[in-house]
């Protein structure tokens, strides 16, 4: 009762205090100021939505700050919450436990499965990104007319990207809605999949379905749409989770989910699958009973990713190579170190250390030897997880499922396999506030579409203009910026009237999909040595685009992030701006 109360009680004050700091920012507190000339060229404008202040880094548009009071304060307020009737949770789930049927089971998952497709379709029709929506749409749609990644067309993508949005163009039509019922499809299936391999080791049903619901919250909700390290996120933790079903049980059903999950993981990023492939499979042939058969398994894995590729014209090896070839840019990168937003560091610094409370339980259950290897791999998970954050250069909670699950796991291992004490219940309880505040917090980021805003404010985010249709057929059902609709309005003025070749610069790649332009090869998707390409390769892909002797380039504003020195001056010494369009900047050659 005094824990309830106290609970209450910071409630209280927590919801105070939010109202009060949003007046305040209301009042003028944190003004940005806006800066934006439409007339700037796009090889020198800049863009910004700051105020001056003693720590730039926190120098907000107050939309923004708004967003981060509401976000963080309502968290707390849920974690609270949880804490508060945490009690009463348990005797709760017993009474349904008693009255549940397997066709409840059945039916809460096709709620769940449909309420995260809803979220999606719902999401991730608000707000475009130009920069990070565009790589996505353009390396779908090259793969989608023909041409093939690693040969075609450089990147460091991994396949399983690309070829994502080019069979949702396939099966569904070349629209942004394909992408988002792709995303929908695969969030859906891998829910149910994430719920039953939970339910094989042993996890309640509640559990586990809030469990699987977590998992997409964080690696998916939160984007809403197709994202490398969203699908990565997801097949990483059902690699992870087959491994331990295989340890448990060592049946047809683990088998199959084993080699299902591989054969997508070895699609994904390797920096977020490998760590996960390379340790679930070392624990398997350490504990496993039929060793040969986790060594078939696996080689059959492969085998299978492998004739998918060939089977969509890509090259196993060349994709292997361009793997290579990224971790040695990547390594560079990594070295220099990076920055991340102020908020998502703090947030990041409170709910991750909050997720691995069950890892201060995990020695007692580990004095088991017979599933001393089961519970080194859910104590690997963490460091899996800082692995991936670590070298996506990032701490979005995009990374955290394995230890979402992980944790869930050894709490239900310590709680069932030892006495009932304060202390295990105070970190379930510390658990289980913390994974419903991260869910809200998942739900507030996903209805921002602050993951988006990262992209680019004003590039066409916006935080408070009205959102409209931008207009052609790709973007049916889409609400987006005005500036989206009007950039779009004077792309189609231009291709009314212009028989040329077309380039689309940064932004803009969505151009060739959006109006049915045949994307050029042998170039790059975007333009970032290290990132896109191999920096020493850059010469090289100049002089590509030069010989490509394109009629017309288009760009966006102010914009053209990334390229080099030599690139521009080539476009200097080629083209000419024509004066009549405004918003974009269009080039003809002269």
Not at 125 to 150: E, N
Not at 313 to 325: F, V
Request: positive net charge; proline residues 6%.
């Amino acid at each position: 009762m005094p824990r309830a109360i106290a609970s209450i009680v910071v409630v209280l004050l927590v919801a105070v205090t939010i109202v009060t700091l949003d007046r305040t920012v209301q009042e003028g507190k944190h003004r940005c100021l806006e800066i934006f000339d439409h007339r700037l060229d796009p090889f020198g404008g800049s863009t910004a939505c700051y105020e001056p202040g003693s720590d730039p880094s926190w120098d907000l548009p107050v939309e923004e700050w708004r967003f981060w009071i509401g976000t963080l304060g309502g968290a707390l307020i849920a974690f609270f919450s949880v804490a508060a009737i945490f009690p009463g949770l348990a005797p709760l789930a017993r009474g349904f436990a008693r009255v549940w049927r397997r066709e409840f089971t059945v039916a809460s998952l096709i709620a769940g499965a449909a309420a995260l497709a809803g979220m999606i379709f719902h999401f991730g029709s608000r707000q475009f990104g130009g920069f990070d929506m565009s790589i996505l749409v353009d390396s779908g749609y090259r793969a989608f007319t023909g041409q093939a990644a690693y040969r075609d067309f450089p990147c460091f993508l991994p396949p399983g990207f690309f070829l994502g949005v080019r069979w949702a163009f396939e099966i569904f039509g070349v629209e942004w809605n394909a992408i988002l019922a792709a995303t929908a499809l695969f969030s859906a299936m891998t829910f149910v999949w994430i719920f039953l391999l939970m339910r094989a080791l042993d996890v309640g049903r509640s559990v586990a379905w809030v469990t699987a619901l977590s998992v997409q919250l964080a690696a998916v909700v939160t984007y809403s749409y197709w994202w490398y390290n969203s699908i990565t996120s997801v097949v990483a933790t059902v690699v992870f989770l087959s491994c331990l079903a295989y340890l448990k049980n060592d049946n047809r059903a683990a088998h199959s989910s084993y080699i299902a999950s591989l054969a997508l993981a070895l699609l994904m990023k390797p920096n977020g699958v490998g760590p996960v492939i390379a340790i679930g499979a070392a624990a398997l042939l350490v504990a496993a009973n039929n060793k040969r058969r986790v060594l078939a398994l696996t080689a059959g894995a492969a085998a299978v990713a492998a004739l998918f590729l060939l089977v969509n014209g890509i090259n196993p090896a060349a994709g292997l190579a361009s793997y290579w070839t990224a971790f040695r840019e990547r390594s560079q990168a990594i070295a220099q170190g990076w920055t991340w937003p102020p908020a998502d560091s703090l947030r990041a610094e409170i709910m991750f250390p909050l997720l691995l409370a069950p890892f201060a339980m995990w020695w007692p259950v580990f004095r088991d030897s017979r599933r001393r290897t089961f519970v080194l791999l859910l104590a690997a998970a963490p460091l899996m997880s800082a692995a991936a954050m670590f070298t996506n250069r990032d701490i979005k909670d995009v990374d955290w499922p394995l230890a979402i699950c992980a944790g869930v796991l050894l709490l239900h291992e310590s709680l069932t396999s030892a006495a009932q004490t304060a202390l295990r219940q105070n970190v379930a309880r510390v658990f289980a506030g913390a994974l419903v505040a991260l869910a809200f917090m998942d739900m507030s980021i996903a209805a921002s579409r602050y993951r988006v805003s990262l992209i680019g404010p004003h590039r066409f985010f916006e935080w408070s203009a009205p959102l409209s249709s931008p207009g052609p057929k790709f973007f049916s059902g889409m609400l987006a910026s005005p500036r989206l609709r009007e950039t779009v309005e004077r792309i189609d003025r231009l291709m009314q009237h212009n028989s040329g070749k077309v380039f689309f610069g940064p932004r803009l790649e969505f151009a060739y999909a959006a109006f049915g332009v045949t994307p050029p090869s042998d170039i790059p998707v975007w333009w970032d040595p290290g990132a896109a390409f191999a920096r020493a390769d850059e010469p090289r892909y100049v002089e590509a685009w030069r010989q490509k002797h394109f009629d017309t380039l288009v760009f966006f504003a102010g914009d053209a992030t990334y390229y080099p020195a030599a690139l521009l001056k080539l476009i200097e010494a080629e083209y000419v701006r024509d004066p009549a369009f405004d918003l974009i900047s269009v080039y003809r050659r002269k």
